[in-house]
């Protein structure tokens, strides 16, 4: 006997999604748009040589490529291809402009440059460890993540509001974590 949710969730959802939740597929997709990164690691540290900017880039892009190989396999994924055009311009964009890229001298001192690519670098390498394998590029349901980083993001009800004025899309949430934000604040002081 066929459950008959399970039937009508797969009659609704294109083939193309489904098979991108296999575990085998979402692996293989995510080697693949990972492998601009990989070139681009390479071919910054190979031909623009090894300074602390271009080395805080490699690992971010090292520990981007780890992340997607390792990551969850989606439970969902969006179908609407206006989300995937936006999510391969905004994934993709520098590599489409490199062309249009050229060599120039600096405009900042070196112990700028460098304190912000090693600033960078810590904020981006706490996130990606705190988002953990819950990584990709596409929208998709993977696992929420409340941890780390992520303690400190507020979580928005999706629920429409009983308020009809525009100004309720602005008006700040009650969640957990802005709740455990004041009573934090409230013991320190």
């Not at 490529?65 to 179908?79: E, L």
Request: glycine share 6%; aromatic share 8%; hydrophobic share 45%.
């Amino acid at each position: 006997m066929t459950n008959v949710s399970t039937t009508a969730e797969a009659i609704a959802a294109p083939s193309g999604v489904r098979s991108i939740t296999d575990p085998r597929v979402d692996r293989a997709v995510a080697t693949v748009a990972s492998l601009p990164f990989a070139y681009m690691m390479y071919y910054r540290l190979a031909h623009e040589g090894f300074d602390l900017p271009r080395v805080a880039l490699a690992i971010n892009f090292a520990l981007l490529i780890a992340t997607m190989v390792v990551r969850r396999p989606a439970v969902r994924v969006t179908a609407k291809p206006l989300y995937w055009a936006t999510a391969f311009v905004a994934t993709y964009w520098g590599f489409m402009t490199l062309g249009l890229m050229e060599r120039g001298g600096p405009i900042a001192p070196i112990v700028v440059t460098h304190g912000l690519a090693l600033l960078s670098l810590t904020i981006s390498v706490f996130g990606r460890l705190s988002l953990g394998r819950n990584i990709g590029f596409v929208p998709a349901q993977r696992e929420l993540v409340t941890s780390w980083a992520y303690s400190i993001v507020p979580i928005r009800s999706t629920r429409p509001s009983s308020s009809a004025s525009p100004a309720s899309c602005c008006a700040p949430t009650r969640s957990a974590t802005s709740s455990s934000w004041r009573s934090a604040r409230a013991s320190s002081s």
